[in-house]
């Protein structure tokens, strides 16, 4: 089968979709931490490859909705009312860390998913630095993350979806967001035969995902793919069981492009799925899309190259298919730089629409800190492990298929973690500046 005509963009420019190398990204994800329950403990000495050099949501913050006017700062963090259809995230799963050994300290956090592969790698890379401080991460999902920080069971919270702010309060009102990375999230299909890169539109997408298409020779995508030989298998839609941030992502594009899932649907963490079977984490969508054949879901990339599944090329506004990748990524947030907000949450999957080679299905992740911290020690290692992380940290992020945060990013995140405090009111940074 020949490869559908599709580009992946690179620091160069557009070209031609190269061949993948998977193999280092499956130990990333698998192979380089152990596990504790539902916990990941990362910081125990995992054999890592080397980096290479390079209740439903209140008042959301909206994504960045294409208009005539350019939208200004104000309007990329005001929030509309939640749609009806967002449904609440379940309960967040207890997670079990391990307790410290003498002379060590423990971090805990939890959260996105989406981040797992990154934490996995650079967390372990910290440890290696600094042996003392240990890092325990549950990959439990965004939703789950927010839960577990409000209910002060973690050191941190992970999330691709901002917290509202309606979920700040319930925290104790004095949670920060910091950008740790920024990534797409890729549409992967389960079409034994069929290469890589079958063309898709934000409106197909919607209405495959509110079931108006139910078969893969549907004319509205043969259309898009007059070369790809596609035949009658029935379209199996996979989404996230759990509140998600990758899930908020892919709803604030969908928001952004099709009329009618912004009407019938709407964005979120979790929203009231019109068809689809459910998965667990991207962990659990992507194995359901890998043993369904005719599926589709969204998750991370490098879900999609650990599981060897095949990415659709997104329609980026201009006329051009894109291949998820974290330079489609880095122009997707170019575009959107000049409306970041000082408190750092805004969504800008959509891109602002129409933007030459930019993936619309991107979108910042977050950590989320509380500004005064109650114990001296624990914030002051916080403090300092991502003043690593969105500087040396950000080494690791595009073997791993993220985008390094661009440098405006990293100026508004040291301003945030330079404003964390301790609870006699000093300064919890302390590494050199």
């Known amino acids: 089968m020949e490869t559908p005509d599709v580009k992946r963009t690179t620091s160069a420019g557009e070209i031609p ?202 004319p509205a995508i043969v259309k898009l793919n007059p070369d790809v030989k596609l035949d009658n298998t029935p379209i199996a839609v996979v989404h996230r069981s759990d509140g998600s941030g990758t899930t908020d992502i892919f709803t604030s594009y969908l928001t952004s492009i099709s009329p009618d899932w912004k009407t019938n649907v709407g964005f979120g963490s979790s929203v009231k799925w019109p068809v689809g079977i459910g998965g667990k984490g991207s962990e659990g969508v992507a194995g359901q899309v890998k043993q369904t054949p005719g599926g589709i879901g969204y998750f991370e990339l490098a879900y999609a190259q650990a599981n060897k599944l095949t990415s659709a090329a997104i329609d980026d506004g201009s006329g051009n298919y894109l291949l998820p990748g974290p330079d489609g990524a880095s122009a997707c947030a170019a575009n959107v730089a000049s409306k970041v907000p000082s408190d750092l949450r805004i969504r800008i999957a959509g891109c602002g629409g129409g933007v030459k080679g930019a993936y619309p299905i991107s979108g910042f992740s977050w950590v989320i800190l509380h500004k005064t911290q109650k114990d001296t020690e624990h914030g002051q290692a916080l403090a300092n492990l991502f003043w690593w992380m969105i500087h040396s940290g950000q080494s690791f992020a595009k073997d791993l298929n993220y985008a390094p945060l661009p440098d405006a990013i990293v100026k508004l995140g040291e301003e945030k973690l330079k404003g964390i405090v301790t609870a006699d009111g000093k300064l919890a940074l302390t590494v050199s500046t």
């Not at 061949?19 to 990362?42: D, E, H, Y």
């Not at 939208?71 to 860390?97: E, G, K, Y």
């Open 17 to 218: 979709n190269p061949g993948r190398t998977v193999a280092s990204r499956r130990r990333f994800l698998f192979g380089t931490v152990g596990v504790t329950g539902a916990a990941i403990l990362v910081a125990c000495g995992g054999q890592a490859a080397s980096p290479t050099a390079a209740p439903a949501p209140a008042q959301p913050i909206a994504p960045i909705v294409p208009t005539a006017t350019a939208a200004s700062a104000a309007a990329a963090s005001t929030a509309p009312t939640a749609t009806a259809a967002a449904a609440a995230a379940p309960a967040p799963t207890p997670l079990v860390f391990p307790t410290a050994a003498p002379g060590e300290l423990l971090i805990n956090g939890a959260g996105s998913s989406f981040d797992n592969p990154l934490f996995s790698k650079a967390f372990s890379e910290y440890n290696k630095a600094n042996p003392k401080i240990k890092i325990n991460y549950g990959s439990v999902g965004s939703g789950a993350g927010i839960q577990q920080f409000t209910k002060g069971t973690v050191d941190f919270g992970a999330s691709d979806a901002p917290m509202t702010d309606q979920q700040i309060t319930d925290s104790g009102g004095d949670a920060i967001h910091l950008p740790v990375t920024l990534g797409p999230a890729a549409v992967s299909y389960n079409l034994p035969g069929i290469a890589e890169g079958v063309k898709l539109t934000g409106v197909v997408l919607g209405d495959i995902f509110m079931g108006k298409i139910t078969a893969w020779n549907d």
